[in-house]
């Protein structure tokens, strides 16, 4: 059997003052039923197996002084979080979130406000838990960022200040293909995982930090290595996996049990001469493989490897 394209499908947002509206924020994800959700500026759509429309979501609309924008989409089995950024009033872009379900229609009476500190933002983190990240402004030191929970019927749950005994919550952000950006944190039913601590300290070790979301306690906090910037690679009901990232050097793999954060060493990644870019690798991991490309960052180029045990 020969690979090949199946279909293709153009798809447009709803115009938008008559004109279309378009921008680089287009997003795809799968959904149960064996729906494709497709995000434009300000709709959402879903295509069937065979390219079919299936329905078309459109966001909430504004009036003619003022800009929307469909700004991000998760999605998970049957749930759809959109994004939409609103252009106008001193913080100059305000944020909503919508909930949808797999036959495109909302669950949440009507769009939840996602209230930003002042120069701040808001990122929608995964539908599997439905959370969403608020970061305040780089040069604030004061305000701590907070990751935001969802009920099922898209209300808010919880507003978790993410702060640890271990140090500064490191809300970093691995690059992926082309612009898209996503943060290196873990979700395993309602536990998040989370590094803390200074990855530039050769006294003090940069720390897991595995946090409840249904209560926003922390559940345990275990230590990685000094002068490392780790990286998640999976997480299962029982183990999460990180990779301590030592830019020129061997960098292990270690996985953490869910319960306690008992650590153990089970692989070896081995250095490759070369600095690397550790936050913007992009990494695949399943069943004890480990790949990572480094997409045109620095000599390397892309690079793979396999650990060894």
Do not use: C
Not at 77 to 86: A, F, K, L
Not at 101 to 129: F, H, R, T
Not at 270 to 294: C, F, H, Q, R
Request: proline share 6%; glycine share 8%.
């Amino acid at each position: 059997m020969t690979a090949g394209i199946a279909w293709t499908k153009q798809i447009s947002g709803a115009p938008l003052n008559g004109k279309p509206l378009t921008d680089d924020t287009t997003r795809l994800a799968f959904l149960t039923g064996d729906v494709l959700a497709v995000m434009t500026p300000n709709t959402v759509v879903g295509l069937r197996l065979d390219g079919a429309e299936a329905w078309t979501w459109r966001n909430i609309g504004v009036a003619l002084d003022k800009y929307v924008l469909n700004w991000d989409m998760t999605a998970h089995q049957y749930r759809i979080m959109v994004m939409i950024g609103i252009e106008g009033g001193p913080e100059l872009w305000r944020y909503w979130v919508s909930t949808l379900d797999a036959s495109g229609k909302e669950v949440s009476k009507e769009p939840v406000p996602m209230p930003v500190p002042s120069k701040g933002d808001v990122s929608l983190v995964g539908a599997a838990p439905m959370t969403a990240i608020v970061r305040p402004y780089s040069f604030d030191k004061v305000t701590k960022p907070e990751l935001v929970t969802f009920n099922r019927d898209g209300s808010v749950a919880r507003r978790i200040p993410l702060a640890s005994a271990a140090g500064e919550i490191r809300l970093n952000q691995s690059k992926r293909l082309g612009r898209a950006k996503r943060f290196d944190i873990a979700f395993s039913g309602p536990t998040a995982y989370l590094v803390a601590g200074n990855p530039a300290s050769s006294t003090a070790p940069i720390q897991i930090v595995a946090l409840d979301l249904e209560s926003g306690a922390t559940l345990w906090t275990e230590a990685v290595d000094t002068v490392t910037n780790p990286r998640f690679l999976g997480v299962d009901k029982d183990t999460v996996y990180v990779l301590a990232g030592k830019i020129s050097q061997d960098m292990p793999v270690y996985a953490y049990t869910a319960k306690d954060g008992t650590r153990t060493q089970i692989s070896t990644v081995k250095a490759t001469g070369e600095l690397l870019s550790v936050e913007s690798l992009i990494i695949d991991y399943n069943a004890g493989s480990l790949a990572l490309t480094e997409p045109g960052q620095g000599p390397s180029g892309t690079i793979m490897f396999r650990p060894t045990s």
